[in-house]
């Protein structure tokens, strides 16, 4: 995915891309775990253009970890398209963070998605007060409004779905499996399986970080059109996602 362009603002971060061929899946349009990669690299875009890049708060000893990430789509990108992404800080509840993501190809919306984060220490991965994240004194501290929390998923009765060996090309610069990879791994694991369909909303929680050569057993079920899956890792719940499925539109 290669920038056309970026806006920088503190109230929002603007980037223009053309969609690469190698983040386009089996049905020529924009795979989940790159949405969440073009997500997760513009909030990062916005945060180093502001001075407070990963580099810079890793040394003072805070890094982002992504709780959830609640997604909403109206379309997915074609190969090469050109769309502009925008995100916006949405304040903050308790220890997490808020940051919304709007996607467009011109003027038509094609995803939103909602995503919560903590501020941990980069050593231990403890979770640190909001407000050690604010004294850098760039951001608002703000409350998020009641209406965009986002609940943790809760599930049972889910049926075995298989198992997934963590790999090394997995892992991210924390340590663990990097949180786009998951979009990946539902994707692989849904039942009935993806051909054909198209996802309109998605909810991912990482719960418990799994590391290199441990197994996830993946759990799932669908009804309704609504499909949950979880990963269990060796220390308990790993992750925890649920979709809206639909047949896809017909061409």
């Known amino acids: 995915m290669e920038d056309q362009k970026q806006i920088v603002k ?3 971060y603007c980037r223009t891309v053309r969609v690469a061929s190698y983040e386009v899946g089996a049905q020529s349009t924009l795979k989940l775990s790159a949405l969440l990669h073009m997500c997760q690299e513009t909030s990062e875009n916005h945060l180093a253009a502001l001075g407070i890049g990963y580099q810079k708060m890793k040394e003072d000893g805070i890094v982002f970890l992504i709780i959830t990430n609640a997604v909403k789509i109206h379309r997915m990108p074609a190969n090469a398209e050109i769309v502009t992404i925008k995100t916006h800080p ?3 509840n308790k220890a997490q963070f808020y940051r919304d ?3 467009y190809a011109g003027e038509e919306l ?3 998605v909602m995503q919560s984060s903590v501020a941990a220490n980069p050593l231990n ?3 640190l007060r909001p407000q050690e994240f604010y004294a850098y004194g760039i951001f608002v501290d703000e409350r998020v409004a009641p ?3 986002l609940t943790r998923i809760r599930a049972k009765g889910l049926e075995p779905l298989g198992e997934r060996v963590v790999r090394y090309s997995d892992l991210d610069y924390n340590g663990h499996i990097n949180n786009t990879i998951y979009g990946d791994i539902f994707e692989d694991f849904i ?5 054909g369909r198209c996802l309109r909303a998605v909810q991912i929680d990482y719960i ?6 441990e197994t996830l057993e993946l759990f799932g079920g669908e009804e309704d059109g609504v499909v949950t899956l979880q990963g269990f890792n060796p220390r308990g719940l790993g992750f925890s996602a649920r979709a809206l499925v639909e047949d896809s539109p017909a061409e």
Do not use: C, V, Y
């Not at 039942?191 to 051909?195: A, D, N, R």
């Not at 418990?208 to 050569?213: A, H, R, T, Y």
């Open 208 to 213: 418990n970080e799994s590391m290199l050569g």
């Open 101 to 103: 993501f709007q996607i």
């Open 125 to 127: 991965h403890k979770i």
């Open 90 to 92: 949405r304040g903050s």
């Open 147 to 149: 209406e965009d929390r």
């Open 191 to 195: 039942p009935g399986g993806m051909m």
């Open 10 to 12: 503190i109230e929002e």
């Open 110 to 112: 094609l995803a939103g």
